[in-house]
């Protein structure tokens, strides 16, 4: 009996075929649908780039054992990020639904590490963000709980409004090496103080998840803070140590007159 050579395929033959389907729909769906899903959490991003690491087996089940991702420009609610360089493991993600056109999500937590730089340009940009004026204003109440702080910005700036619900009205940031300052007008409802309250102090990282305050000193001109001898030391604030989250780990944090650049991991959640 004389047998055509397509006659019929074998399992095996059904098996590779499904596979290499398999591994087109990957290809072409999945890195557009994380670039989607990356656009739609920032309100810009240039250069974006994206490497997905794994086996299709493993892909069209929902995990993804590694992904790189490189971008420049980028805009996340309001922070502007000059350039990022990030890379994640162990994700699981709902691909069935991906590959069926939904949006893709998140089903855990999993870290990622990398690189963040921010130039002095992008702090003046990103300060008036809802996000990070929310951390600024959570740092200031934080220093204040400090016994003797009150009494010293007294001491320096008079009678200020610096109630619990006091905001800080037109902060600005200045970079220097390992230095950084703030200034801001002091705000409670419709009262701001005539004159801004400005310190600069250098930064340490302590155990991962730790800012520390390294000779904090009440500045003339935030341009001061470029010089560590200039300004009055506020002895309050020597050695005060800041919480970042269980969430974050800092390897490093350099800051520069014309940049900060972090290195370290965080926990990404769903």
Request: glycine share 8%; net charge neutral; with cysteine.
């Amino acid at each position: 009996m004389h047998v055509e050579e397509d006659a019929e395929e074998t399992g095996d033959d059904r098996t590779a075929r499904k596979k290499g389907q398999g591994s087109r729909i990957i290809g072409r769906v999945l890195p557009a649908a994380v670039k989607i899903w990356l656009r739609s959490q920032v309100e810009q991003v240039e250069a974006l780039s994206i490497a997905l690491e794994g086996r299709d087996r493993d892909i069209i089940s929902g995990y993804l054992p590694g992904v790189s991702i490189s971008a420049r420009s980028a805009i996340y609610k309001g922070i502007y990020i000059s350039e990022l360089n990030l890379s994640a493991e162990d994700i699981r993600i709902n691909i069935g639904q991906v590959i069926r056109g939904q949006p893709l999500r998140l089903l855990r937590v999993f870290p990622v590490r990398g690189k963040v730089v921010l130039s002095a340009d992008d702090l003046k940009a990103s300060v008036g963000s809802a996000l990070l004026g929310e951390g600024l204003n959570n740092f200031w109440r934080s220093l204040m709980q400090v016994r003797s702080l009150p009494a010293s910005v007294e001491a320096r700036y008079g009678k200020l409004p610096l109630q619990a619900n006091m905001t800080l009205h037109n902060a600005q940031i200045h970079l220097a090496t390992q230095r950084l300052g703030l200034s801001f007008y002091p705000q409670v409802a419709e009262q701001t103080s005539p004159n801004p309250v400005i310190l600069g102090t250098g930064l340490s990282v302590i155990d991962g998840s730790w800012l520390r305050l390294d000779s904090p000193r009440w500045l003339q001109t935030l341009a001061d803070v470029a010089d560590i001898a200039k300004g009055e030391p506020v002895e309050a604030l020597e050695g005060f140590q800041w919480s970042l989250g269980a969430d974050t780990q800092l390897s490093e944090l350099c800051l520069r007159s014309e940049a900060l650049i972090c290195r370290g991991q965080i926990a990404v959640r769903p």
